[in-house]
């Protein structure tokens, strides 16, 4: 078949528009025009969380040490304002270091947390390249046709990280249809 030699799954038809140009979701965050659409982020699973904590954590204490630097020249040549703005800027770096490094661990949970839910919906979803819409063949584990904005707001709020949706980010305010996941209105 035409379909499966192009990589896509055979006999795969968009309830949308009724085209067979359909991939995979992952397959589409990498395919053609992915980069053009920004598939890779408006497809995602899941917020990408990996490491951000410990390069936070190095600068904060880069930061923290230009403070307690500041403070030291200051106390080594009796300058009383750089002391005082050392030990301040010193100390607010090293409150907020930790303020960061705990957001982003929990961040990190969340999103661990939640990968197997997100999976779940994430996983059977097709993308139509002719409608530029999101779909899951025979409508489960979640029904309808739906933007990328609506899939990634779908997946990402049953997974328990919705609210890691970036402002500017399209999934934050968009949509989602009554009884998408099968629930009755």
Same mark, same amino acid.
Request: hydrophobic letters at 35%.
């Given at each position: 078949?035409? =379909?499966? $030699?192009?990589? #896509?799954?055979?006999?795969?038809?968009?309830? !949308?528009?009724? &085209? @067979? +140009?359909?991939?995979?979701?992952?397959?589409?965050?990498?395919?053609?025009?992915?980069?053009?659409?920004?598939?890779?982020?408006?497809?995602?699973?899941?917020?990408? $969380?990996?490491?951000?904590?410990?390069?936070?954590?190095?600068?904060?204490?880069?930061?923290?040490?230009?403070?307690?630097?500041?403070? /030291? @020249?200051?106390?080594?040549?009796?300058?009383?304002? /750089? @002391?005082?703005?050392?030990?301040?800027?010193?100390?607010?770096?090293?409150? #907020?270091?930790?303020?960061?490094?705990? *957001?982003?661990?929990? +961040?990190? /949970?969340?999103? +661990? %947390?939640? %990968? %197997?839910?997100?999976?779940?919906?994430?996983?059977?979803?097709?993308?139509? /390249? &002719?409608? =530029? *819409?999101?779909?899951?063949?025979?409508? =489960?584990?979640?029904?309808?046709?739906?933007?990328?904005?609506?899939?990634?707001?779908?997946?990402? @709020?049953?997974?328990?990280?919705?609210?890691?949706?970036?402002?500017?980010?399209?999934? $934050?305010?968009? +949509?989602?249809?009554? &009884?998408?996941? !099968?629930?009755? *209105?």
């Amino acid at each position: 078949m035409e =379909t499966e $030699k192009a990589g #896509g799954p055979a006999g795969v038809v968009c309830p !949308g528009c009724g &085209g @067979t +140009e359909v991939r995979t979701v992952e397959q589409a965050r990498r395919g053609k025009g992915a980069m053009r659409d920004d598939l890779f982020g408006r497809l995602a699973p899941g917020p990408d $969380k990996g490491g951000d904590g410990c390069l936070h954590f190095i600068e904060g204490m880069a930061l923290t040490a230009l403070g307690g630097g500041l403070a /030291y @020249t200051g106390v080594q040549q009796d300058k009383p304002l /750089y @002391t005082l703005g050392g030990v301040a800027l010193a100390l607010i770096c090293l409150l #907020g270091t930790f303020v960061v490094v705990r *957001s982003d661990g929990r +961040e990190k /949970y969340a999103a +661990e %947390a939640g %990968a %197997a839910r997100a999976e779940r919906l994430w996983q059977p979803a097709h993308y139509c /390249y &002719g409608c =530029t *819409s999101v779909f899951c063949p025979g409508g =489960t584990p979640w029904q309808g046709v739906l933007t990328p904005d609506q899939f990634k707001k779908l997946v990402w @709020t049953e997974a328990g990280y919705a609210d890691q949706l970036l402002t500017g980010d399209k999934a $934050k305010d968009a +949509e989602l249809p009554a &009884g998408v996941l !099968g629930e009755r *209105s």
